[in-house]
């Protein structure tokens, strides 16, 4: 076997406004923003206002490589839902603790990306931002376990919607 591929990669943002702790739901109604790093051109974001929502890998920069969990366990820990492997889960206990989100783009201004429905943190390094191209996205009918909407059902609720 072959060793594993390694990469460096710089990030190309950082989330300045937003969420401010991680959390597993309530992750809508509020507004983020990307701001893009000073050393990159104004025009590498010409026309993205044109696009609705954006594409962005983002690295969970608070958990630990620690955190890391290479086994099957039920999501969020609860006994009702299928222990399922560490790539069947979103968060991050990933090997690479990076995360891929498609928040909704309300402006450009500037280097700021003003978005919504975007569950990454204030001070979150941002390594790409894509325009969202449909076309490019899943082929077919999508399907998923029952688990994963039973799951997340309050996920993009706004935070002060609070708990019942």
Do not use: C
């Amino acid at each position: 076997m072959t060793s594993p591929t390694r990469i460096e990669i710089t990030a190309v943002a950082q989330v300045v406004a937003g969420h401010t702790d991680p959390v597993d739901d309530f992750q809508g109604g509020v507004e983020s923003i990307i701001r893009m790093n000073e050393d990159l051109p104004l025009e590498t974001l010409q026309g993205l206002q044109d696009f609705s929502h954006l594409e962005v890998l983002w690295h969970f920069h608070r958990a630990s490589p620690t955190d890391v969990a290479l086994h099957a366990r039920s999501p969020r820990n609860n006994p009702a839902w299928p222990a399922t492997g560490t790539f069947v889960h979103r968060n991050h206990r990933r090997p690479n603790q990076l995360g891929v989100s498609h928040p909704k783009l309300v402006r450009v201004d500037g280097r700021d990306l003003h978005v919504t429905d975007f569950d990454a943190v204030i001070g979150t390094p941002v390594f790409d931002v894509a325009p969202y191209f449909p076309v490019m996205g899943p082929q077919g009918e999508v399907h998923v376990p029952s688990w994963v909407n039973e799951m997340l059902t309050r996920y993009w609720a706004a935070p002060d919607q609070g708990t019942e």
